[in-house]
């Protein structure tokens, strides 16, 4: 089985940082993408950024300059450091991992973690 655990989301202020970890688990033998995504209340669930296994990165169009993702390699593990956040910014960060191959397990298409909680308010 794989899991992905999260980290780091909570409350903080406009202008403020946070630093959002997510570190999958399992007997994995690769991940084709992984990343975040978010779901504001009332919106749908949008791509933040993801990263393939070839290290090409996608950012959504309202976080590129302010957000920035990194992987920790031969760990499965990925970061996202927030900046300059904004109270649009407020939403359930979701990690995801994309055709997940698990030994002995065969390959998941979509893996999501529990999600993590970002709170952008004075």
């Known amino acids: 089985q794989v899991q992905l655990v999260e980290s780091g989301g909570g409350l903080v202020q406009p202008g403020g940082s946070l630093r959002l970890s997510c570190a999958a688990s399992?007997?994995?033998?690769?991940?084709?993408?992984m990343g975040w995504y978010r779901q504001a209340p009332g919106k749908e669930r949008e791509l933040v950024a993801a990263?393939?296994?070839?290290?090409?990165?996608d950012y959504g169009d309202s976080v590129k300059g302010r957000f920035t993702l990194s992987t920790e390699k031969g760990k499965n593990t990925v970061y996202l450091q927030m900046n300059s956040l904004k109270p649009d910014d407020t939403a359930v960060y979701y990690c995801?991992?994309?055709?997940?191959?698990?030994?002995?397990?065969?390959?998941?298409?979509?893996?999501w973690g529990q999600g993590t909680l970002v709170t952008v308010s004075s």
């Open positions: 399992g007997r994995i033998y690769s991940i084709a993408r």
């Open positions: 995801n991992g994309a055709n997940v191959v698990v030994i002995g397990q065969g390959k998941y298409s979509e893996v």
């Open positions: 990263i393939t296994s070839g290290g090409s990165i």
